[in-house]
């Protein structure tokens, strides 16, 4: 249980507090509207009883939520608050910020969640404002039709007799902008599953800005004050008067005519703040896209991966982040995030991008080897924006791990170690597993991977990086018969390293295992990118190695997300 509450505690203590938070706001406000200011709306309750505390306990949870959900993709904010405000934190603490998107997805779900209930509650409420218009019961007749002898605002919406629901509930402010909110919600949330937005990354793209037109219809969905309260309860007490609507206004103390007024919306409370913090994001990023970006140089690797080294007047970076990059030429709306593989102390900055999309193979055709300079493209640059590969200093030990292209923030850090290898790091030991799908894949990598390795052996720290490449896949008879003949060679014969290749796909129980065994009492830092299958593994393999024991082992998770 300890190892568990080590790597999840945190992220899930934030989740129960939101939790709680949205349980509280549903029961505070099911409770206000249906008890403790009962008399208020006693009479909007003849009509549609509990659809209006479902309702409004809904709306509350619908504002809280909305003003949540742009936070996490605020990435400047996020990167500044990386940077600045939790530079001092504990790791657990700084690892919740890598979880971004995944509390984005938790309260995007929520806001389905009480859309469902919000929605339905006022479907039924419209059905039985329409019934209660056309009630053939004496009492809710009279009472109703004495309402209607005053003029507005009036508790009913409804102003005709046999109407239809559907009808009436788009005559409505509220009725038309749900509608439309939730449409939008249905697209968004739809064009966001994990097939749609990694095979039709643009149909993602799209219609997710469609957060516009849902934002402009949230703030607008109250304004017109549908539901009424009564305003005059001391001359007019609904609980003893609505028996008698007949009486109204003919005695002076009591049982005068009652008066109705809409509250205010406030919605609009709630989501200023986040949509002002994220009309600054994207300020930002117009800002940004307006700096002249110059490539200095396009490198064509094996296995379709282009190589773009690029130059931006003020351009800061840490070695693990990534860049979002737009190409006008090919769309311009569309920004793709890519993972920096420079380090701070090269004179440019550099990103491998790997060919596997419509977008990624335009790019590669815009910027082939027999461009000329002058043609390249013109790109915008936003960034550079923070990962969890930033704190591979805060450990004792690194677990890297990498599947295909993954491996491109690990080169960023790995060649920035490189640089600061004399100087004094907490870092003593850096373990690297590399899992490519063909052999070629490993060319762009192996040249880092030979400099680490002789500068290792030239200052006698040979131990220091243990890296270990798995060809899962990719290889023929021919070089299988000649992996066999030369097994006792120094060197790899497909890569060309001191270490050996391995084949098949790695024993990740054996490996942490070894690992902790080898390093007792301490923290172990695991960094993974690559695909959910192989990061669920190795989640489960640091809460499940991680020593209960306050100075035993422990492994913490970390995954790249973009």
Not at 4 to 15: D, F, T
Not at 252 to 263: A, H, N
Request: a positive charge; glycine letters at 6%; hydrophobic letters at 40%.
């Amino acid at each position: 249980m300890g190892n568990w509450v080590l790597n999840e505690g945190p992220k899930w203590l934030i989740m129960l507090i939101w939790f709680g938070i949205n349980i509280g706001l549903f029961i505070g406000y099911f409770f206000y509207y249906q008890y403790q200011d009962g008399k208020q709306y006693f009479y909007v309750r003849q009509f549609i009883g509990f659809g209006l505390p479902f309702a409004r306990g809904a709306a509350a949870c619908l504002n809280f939520n909305c003003m949540l959900i742009l936070l996490p993709v605020c990435r400047n904010l996020i990167s500044y608050t990386r940077q600045y405000l939790c530079m001092c934190c504990k790791r657990n603490l700084r690892r919740q910020l890598d979880k971004n998107i995944t509390f984005h997805k938790y309260i995007a779900y929520a806001i389905c969640f009480f859309t469902a209930i919000h929605a339905g509650a006022h479907c039924f409420n419209v059905e039985l404002f329409v019934e209660g218009y056309n009630s053939k019961s004496v009492n809710q007749s009279l009472l109703l039709s004495t309402l209607s002898l005053y003029t507005e605002p009036w508790v009913n919406p409804v102003r005709e007799s046999n109407s239809n629901s559907i009808v009436e509930a788009v005559k409505l402010l509220p009725g038309t902008s749900g509608l439309i909110i939730t449409l939008s919600l249905i697209i968004m949330v739809a064009s966001a599953t994990e097939f749609l937005r990694r095979s039709y990354f643009e149909v993602f793209w799209y219609t997710h800005h469609l957060f516009v037109i849902f934002f402009i219809g949230l703030v607008a969905h109250g304004m017109q004050g549908v539901i009424k309260k009564q305003i005059n309860l001391d001359k007019h007490d609904p609980e003893e008067c609505y028996k008698n609507p007949l009486q109204w206004g003919k005695q002076k103390d009591k049982c005068q005519v009652p008066l109705f007024s809409s509250s205010p919306a406030s919605t609009w409370k709630w989501v200023l703040l986040p949509m002002i913090l994220y009309f600054i994001e994207r300020c930002i990023r117009i800002f940004r896209n307006f700096q002249n970006v110059d490539i200095t140089k396009v490198v064509n690797h094996p296995s379709r991966v282009i190589e773009l080294q690029m130059k931006k007047s003020g351009f800061m970076m840490s070695s693990g982040q990534y860049i979002l990059i737009k190409c006008s030429v090919i769309s311009r709306l569309e920004w793709h995030p890519f993972t920096l593989t420079s380090t701070p102390e090269d004179d440019y900055f550099s990103v491998h991008i790997r060919q596997v999309g419509d977008w990624t193979k335009k790019l590669a055709k815009l910027c082939s080897s027999d461009t000329e300079q002058p043609n390249l493209p013109k790109l915008a640059v936003d960034g550079p924006f923070g990962t969890a590969s930033e704190d591979v200093f805060r450990y004792q030990v690194d677990v890297l791990v990498a599947a295909g292209i993954g491996a491109t923030p690990f080169a960023s850090v790995l060649k920035h170690i490189w640089h600061r290898y004399n100087q004094d790091m907490k870092l003593q030991k850096i373990y690297f597993y590399w899992i490519c799908p063909d052999t070629n894949a490993f060319e762009w990598f192996a040249e880092l991977l030979h400099s680490l390795e002789k500068q290792m052996i030239e200052d006698g720290r040979e131990d220091f990086l243990n890296y270990n490449i798995y060809l899962s896949r990719g290889w023929d008879m021919n070089q299988a018969k000649n992996i066999i003949l030369n097994k006792d060679d120094t060197y790899d014969t497909v890569t060309g390293l001191r270490q050996k290749t391995h084949y098949g796909r790695p024993q990740w129980d054996q490996i942490f295992s070894t690992i902790a065994d080898d390093h007792p009492g301490v923290s172990i830092g695991c960094f993974f990118c690559g695909p959910k299958g192989l990061s669920t593994t190795l989640h489960k393999m640091c809460n499940e190695y991680s020593s209960p024991d306050v100075k035993g082992v422990h492994f913490f998770y970390n995954k790249e997300n973009f």
